[in-house]
């Protein structure tokens, strides 16, 4: 039916209307990644600031504050056929296993079998609505750096068989999982830290497929804010603590301490009987922990917008009833302004990390050189770290893993680099680097949710003189 004159005016106003509209959407969108761009030219770091801000005693510079955080991520593209990373001298890399759905954690089983957590944030309304217009900007900042995909929820069982260094065997272990990350196997039973619950299944040697749903063992703060959704495990060597890594739910406590109840800590639970208490608070985001001998260690990423080279994530041996700082002061007794109001108190009990590893680089795997054997420069009593890699620095930093040597029982000296080359010379990210296991037959596998790829280091063959790159300090 034809329309009357009037409707036709009517129509075409709203269609002027809805182009107004879209084309104002589009404007905003380039002015806001113009003053991103802006915010990137006038607060660039250095070479020298990135190497200053690792060991033991890194150069804290004055913190520079933004109304918007500085955006510089190295978009996704993966891998082209036939590349690789770059591995250390003396050391050569393989794929163990592709065509993942954004591989983050791995946890090697006695027999020599690979569980990886395909995974990814759970949803989250609230943080959408507490962050608004700053959270768009983030979102559309993980979307290029290939974190917008929508998780698997579900941990896949790899396997060698043949021991050529390929996975030819891959099974579906579960499914149905909410966000599955930390991993950790006890006897019998397997546990996994979901983003909001800890939960256990039975396993047994040289299972394709879990025989039982989960069931719960505790709840884990989770929730639709959920900012730091990661959940680390893993299991006290006697076997009777499992110790559940917990990030916080905001950078800086810019939602109010309330909402932090829980959170920027690592939990201890009963194994048997489920109960919980905070083992060590004040840890902005804490991910990997790993043993050594009777002391637990873990990696974290410390807050943002205080500027390029400012705060150093670290690794730290972990105090029971240890505070380290967060939110009210960050590397010992450096306090943040931000925060308030301001707790002196706490700020006095505030204990200073072990290792800086560099500011914004995300470090997130975090595992025991024992058993590895990737040759000369990386002892057994030291530690590989996943730098996962930075989205608000210039240069770019992290991107990359790393050996942090260890000398009485201590890190000690600079970080050597494992496998670099996961950024192309065009600033695009072919992988990024994340969970790290030693495997059976002594190599060390790397997650890498960008690549959807598992990456293995080995030892070159005798001879072979393995792939070389030049010796490098961050970023």
Known sequence: MNQSPLAQDRSSSRRRQARCVAAGAVLTR????????????CSRGTVEGAAASFGPSPHLPRPVQWRLPVVNIAPAVGWSQGATPTPAPGTVVSAFADGLAHPRWLYVLPNGDVLVAETNAPERPLRQALLGFKGWIMAQVMRRAGAGVPSADRISLLRDADGDGVAEIRSMFIEGQDSPFGMALVGDDLYIANSSALVRITYV??????????????????GPLNHHWTKGLVAAPDGTTLYVSVGSNSNAAEHGIAYEDGRAAIWAFDRLGGTGRVFASGLRNPVGMAWRGPVLWCVV???????????????????????YGWPYSYYGSHVDA??????????????KPDY????HTASLGLVSAAGSRLGAGFSEEGMFIGQHGSWNRTPRSGYKVIFVPFASDRPSGAPVDVLVGFVNAAGEARGRPVGLAVDTRHGLLVADDVGNVIWRVTAAPPGSGGQRFPTSMPP
């Open 356 to 359: 800086a590893l560099g500011a």
């Open 301 to 323: 990423n410390e807050r943002d917008e205080l500027g390029p080279d400012l705060v150093p994530d670290y690794l730290t041996a972990v105090r029971d009833g240890g505070f």
């Open 205 to 222: 040697t040289g299972d394709l497929r879990a025989r039982a749903p989960a069931t719960l063992v505790s709840p884990l703060p989770g």
């Open 30 to 41: 380039l002015a806001v990644y113009s003053l991103a761009l802006l915010l990137v030219a």
């Open 338 to 351: 931000r925060v308030e109001p301001a707790r002196p108190d706490l700020v006095a009990t505030a204990i």
